[in-house]
């Protein structure tokens, strides 16, 4: 049983930083694309960023050059550097995984205010 458990998430103030971690279990990790998305009341789910089971990285638009995914294959784990956050960054953020289907944890929350 596919299990993406989330932690990280929290309170923080503008301009400030958090990484969120993404442990997990039931898959071959290293085998699997890895990601974030997140999820902000009234809105869509959107990509935050992919990471491929080679290492590329993908980003979307509204994040690239302040946050950086990255994995590390021994620990089953993949994580979320969030930098010089803004309020539209607060949201639920989901780690998900794909090979030949997809997986979502549970979500953790991200709020940004001062």
């Known amino acids: 049983q596919v299990q993406l458990v989330e932690s990280g998430g929290g309170l923080v103030q503008p301009g400030g930083s958090l990484r969120l971690s993404c442990a997990a279990s039931?898959?071959?990790?290293?085998?699997?694309?890895m990601g974030w998305y997140r999820q902000a009341p009234g809105r869509e789910r959107e990509l935050v960023a992919l990471?491929?089971?080679?290492?590329?990285?993908k980003y979307g638009v509204s994040v690239k050059g302040r946050f950086t995914i990255s994995r590390d294959n021994a620990k089953n784990t993949v994580y979320l550097e969030m930098n010089s956050l803004n309020p539209d960054d607060t949201a639920v953020y989901y780690c998900?995984?794909?090979?030949?289907?997809?997986?979502w944890g549970q979500g953790t929350q991200v709020t940004v205010s001062s």
């Open positions: 998900y995984a794909r090979r030949f289907e997809d997986a």
């Open positions: 039931g898959i071959i990790f290293a085998a699997n694309n």
């Open positions: 990471i491929t089971a080679s290492g590329l990285a």
